[in-house]
C-alpha cells in the first residue's frame, strides 16, 4: 500500500475516534463532568475541562479532515492521546479513588486495556506523523525564478 494510504487510514481511525468520544461526552455531559469533578487532579477544573475536552476532540477532528493541516491534527492528535495516557497513569500511581468519566466502548474497558488502546493510538499518531513527514505532498515546492 502507498504511504498515503496508511497516513489517510490513520488520519480516519483518529476522526473516528473523537468523534465517538466526543459526542459521547457531550450527550452524558451531566455524567461527565460529574466524574471529572471526583477526580482528584481535576476537580478544581472538572468546567472548564468537560467542554474543553470534547471540543478539542472536534478541532482535531477538523484539523485532519483539512489536507493542508493534517500535520497539526497528527501532532495534536499524539498529544491528546499522550496526556490522556500520563492522566490515566497518574490516576493510578497516585489516587485511591479512580473516577471513569469515558464513555461507551471506553467505559467497558479496564485500566490496562484502557491504557494499551491509549498506547495503540499514541503509536499511531506517531506513525502517521513519520508517514506524513516522509511524504512529498505536504508542500508546494516553489522554483525560484532566474533573475
Known amino acids: 500500500m502507498k504511504r498515503k494510504t496508511f497516513v489517510d487510514i490513520i488520519a480516519y481511525l483518529f476522526i473516528v475516534l473523537f468523534i465517538y468520544a466526543s459526542v459521547n461526552k457531550l450527550m452524558d455531559y451531566e455524567n461527565f463532568s460529574a466524574e471529572l469533578g471526583k477526580s482528584p487532579l481535576l476537580t478544581a477544573f472538572a468546567g472548564w475541562v468537560a467542554w474543553g475536552i470534547p471540543a478539542i476532540e472536534l478541532a482535531v477532528v ?3 479532515t483539512v489536507p493542508k493541516w493534517i500535520l497539526v491534527g497528527f501532532y495534536a492528535a499524539f498529544s491528546l492521546m499522550t496526556m490522556f495516557t500520563a492522566y ?18 471506553l ?8 491504557l494499551v488502546f491509549n498506547i495503540f493510538f499514541i503509536v499511531l499518531g506517531f506513525i502517521g506523523i513519520l508517514l506524513y513527514e516522509a511524504d512529498d505532498h505536504k508542500t508546494v515546492k516553489v522554483q525560484p525564478v532566474a533573475a
Open 62 to 64: 477538523v484539523l485532519l
Open 107 to 114: 467505559q467497558s474497558m479496564n485500566w490496562d486495556q484502557h
Open 88 to 105: 490515566i497513569i497518574a490516576i493510578l500511581k497516585f489516587s485511591d479513588f479512580i473516577p471513569c468519566s469515558c464513555g461507551g466502548v
